[in-house]
């Protein structure tokens, strides 16, 4: 019972883990393009925690843990003055907006590559079986198993 529950909530850790890597993304290619960025969020719901140490941007954890968004500034707020459209999302070039929109994806998938690279290199160790002696009247002298 104890480890079906450390299995769920290890699982639960790396659905969170690859959102918010996702959600990096976002946020990254945003600041790059000196777009503003609202709000940052892990999760939906209640908000449990909400941080605005970096530059004005909100960070929130929420109450469930299986999603996540990066709000950006946008010409259709009523209350922006015109000096504040060339920092929002939908007043930038085409080729700006799809990279905002494709660098969560690609984010996923550099984080994935790395691991890969990281466990290939590093490697995992185990315990090959072998055999010393096999015993007479054994199942694996009975399947004609060789003898080391």
């Known amino acids: 019972m104890l ?3 450390c ?10 883990l690859v959102i918010i890597v996702h959600e990096l993304g ?17 999760g939906f719901g209640k908000v449990l925690y909400r941080s605005a140490k970096n ?3 909100n960070w929130q954890l ?7 968004y990066v709000s950006m500034l946008s010409s259709k707020d009523k209350s922006l003055n015109i000096t504040q459209h060339p920092y929002c999302l939908d007043t930038q070039s085409a080729w700006k907006k799809i990279v905002v929109y494709l660098a969560g994806p690609a984010a996923n ?25 096999i015993t007479q009247n054994s199942i694996a002298s009975q399947a004609m198993l060789p003898d080391n």
């Open 109 to 133: 998938i550099i984080c994935a590559i790395a691991v890969y690279w990281t466990l290939l290199n590093v490697g995992i160790n185990y315990v090959t079986p072998e055999n010393e002696k």
């Open 26 to 42: 976002h946020y990254a290619a945003g600041k790059l393009f000196k777009i503003k960025i609202n709000i940052v969020a892990i």
């Open 3 to 5: 480890q079906t529950l």
């Open 62 to 68: 929420a109450l469930f843990p299986l999603g996540g």
């Open 7 to 16: 299995h769920i909530l290890l699982a639960l850790a790396m659905i969170n």
């Open 55 to 57: 530059r004005n941007t």
